[in-house]
């Protein structure tokens, strides 16, 4: 099976949602939710997360997070992770009481296919339709495009859990990751955008950790990842606009630190894109 035929499938049974002019989403991705320990990669930016999933609650967001939330390839438990980050999880908690919590799984966690975590069902693709013009946005974790992160994941999660986690601990990077190795980086990507060009869709995923917004010429977005150091990405849909915006760390003239938001790109339109 291709990659066109593997993204295909993410979406066979994938529920649809519809996308109004008021709806309002946020879309982050590739948490990595560790155990607390030094390979835990969430760990460093957790305030920042609960400050900015914190704001999109209060100002009545639709939380989607688009796999390799939890890293379950160095960690066996999904319950030690919830422990050790019982805050991010009360949040979680929040969201999906009020009906606004979706979740996927990406290769990093996708052990959660067919399995309920908790209270929440774990899916590999979603789709927002959009009311005005019809067509689809398709939201996935992009792991897909790649052989070895998709079909051969086993063997991949193997490398990690044995090979690649002692030597992380040494600044030693995954070269098969599509999220350090820039060659996979960028064929990852070139699939991805084509598979939305050959689907006449928008194509939202995350996986290479490399946040990108899109255009009619090429309809493929990427929200990123939360875990480079002292930052974490989301992209936002308001108005049916998208928008990418950054969450990092400033300081006071008083030295005292906050959490803002940065805005990355101008806002795009939905409608601009179905030209």
């Not at 959660?112 to 693709?125: F, L, V």
């Not at 052989?147 to 991949?156: D, E, M």
């Not at 999220?179 to 699939?191: G, L, V």
């Not at 290479?208 to 150091?229: L, V």
Request: a positive charge; aromatic letters at 12%.
């Amino acid at each position: 099976m291709g990659y066109l035929e593997r993204i295909s499938r993410a979406f066979e049974k994938a529920p649809c949602l519809p996308l109004t002019p008021s709806s309002r989403i946020v879309l982050m991705s590739d948490c990595h939710r560790g155990t607390g320990n030094a390979n835990d990669n969430y760990l460093k930016n957790e305030t920042l997360f609960l400050s900015a999933l914190r704001t999109y609650y209060k100002n009545g967001y639709t939380y989607i997070e688009l796999g390799d939330g939890d890293e379950l390839w160095e960690n066996r438990r999904i319950e030690q992770i919830q422990r050790i980050h019982d805050n991010t999880f009360c949040l979680l908690d929040k969201f999906y009481n009020s009906k606004r919590l979706y979740l996927l799984y990406g290769n990093h966690d996708q052990v959660k296919k067919n399995k309920c975590c908790g209270p929440y069902q774990y899916y590999e693709g979603l789709i927002l339709r959009d009311c005005l013009t019809g067509r689809n946005i398709y939201l996935t974790h992009g792991h897909q495009a790649d052989l070895l992160n998709s079909t051969l994941w086993k063997l991949a999660r193997f490398l990690v859990r044995y090979i690649w986690k002692p030597l992380e601990l040494y600044g030693v990077t995954d070269p098969t990751s599509a999220a350090d190795n820039y060659k996979i980086k960028e064929k990852s990507e070139q699939r991805l955008n084509h598979w939305a060009l050959k689907n006449h869709g928008i194509l939202v995923t995350g996986h290479t950790h490399r946040a990108m917004t899109g255009s009619s010429e090429n309809p493929y977005f990427n929200s990123g990842c939360c875990i480079y150091p002292g930052s974490i990405t989301a992209l936002e849909i308001t108005n049916r606009k998208f928008l990418l915006v950054k969450w990092t760390l400033g300081v006071r003239d008083d030295h005292t630190l906050y959490v803002t938001r940065e805005v990355l790109s101008n806002e795009i339109s939905i409608s601009e894109i179905f030209i």
